[in-house]
């Protein structure tokens, strides 16, 4: 698993070359931004040790395979009792196993896509629209799955995206990579440019998206991955 610098407050990891979780400095350690691919865990708390820190946090994006894989073995290794494990209310039942694909009022009505394990766990911790979570400012990013979220690091402007958008080569929206990386997981497109314009009013300087690297330009880099989804 590769470590690579984000900013002075966070570290990026990565397995197979495309897969991306986060390790995000707070005052008494790290919280875990994402727990990729499964038989990932002893690689996280490798980079955790090595960077002279404890995993304090678990803080999942959302319910897909390569973002949960490696949640069960985590919280086993590092003890229930000494991290908090935190999602949100919406993606719960798509964490159960099996998980419970019903779409709730108001959502789309397509079929809801991409690998969803399930996990033996249960969250401590259940984060709402603009609350904050350390450093982070908790951001509703639905389109790619429903209960999606995005957290804005307010001490530097990383935006840590998830799939709500990815970096591959330059920003793109959920559900319109390019060529080379298919769309095989997004659920409703409308719904996920909805979302990426609502990003549009924050205070973004960089992405940290679940693939590609770590994209620093910011609300012109959105703006214009928002603009390709109409051409």
């Known amino acids: 698993m590769k470590t690579t610098p984000v900013t002075a407050n966070a ?16 005052t008494d350690g790290f919280t875990l931004i994402d727990a990729n691919l499964s038989n990932s865990a002893d690689d996280i708390l490798a980079a955790a040790r090595t960077l002279g820190a404890p995993i304090r946090r678990i803080l999942l994006t959302h319910a897909h395979v390569d973002h949960v894989g490696s949640v069960d073995a985590l919280l086993a290794k590092l003890g229930t009792t000494q991290v908090e494990f935190t999602s949100n209310a919406r993606s719960l039942p798509l964490l159960q196993k099996p998980p419970d694909k019903s779409l709730q009022p108001g959502e789309s009505t397509e079929e809801i896509r991409g690998g969803l394990p399930g996990i033996d766990a249960r969250p401590t911790r259940l984060l709402t629209e603009g609350e904050l979570y350390g450093s982070l400012l908790v951001i509703e990013t639905p389109g790619h799955i429903p209960g999606h979220l995005a ?27 390019p060529w080379f990386f298919p769309n095989v997981g997004t659920w409703s497109k409308t719904t996920a440019i909805a979302s990426a314009n609502k990003l549009l009013s924050f205070p973004i300087e960089r992405f940290a998206c ?6 620093h330009g ?3 880099a959105l703006r214009a991955a928002i603009a390709r989804t109409t051409d």
Do not use: K, M
């Not at 570290?11 to 707070?26: A, D, I, K």
């Not at 080569?169 to 959920?174: A, L, N, P, R």
């Not at 679940?210 to 994209?215: D, F, I, L, P, S």
């Open 210 to 215: 679940g693939h590609g690297a770590v994209n």
């Open 11 to 26: 570290y990026q990891l990565t397995r197979f070359g495309l897969v991306n979780c986060y390790l995000v400095r707070e």
């Open 151 to 177: 957290f804005l690091d307010q001490r530097d402007g990383t935006l840590y995206a998830g799939d709500a958008v990815a970096s591959l080569g330059h920003v793109t929206v959920s559900g319109y990579p």
């Open 218 to 220: 910011g609300i012109p």
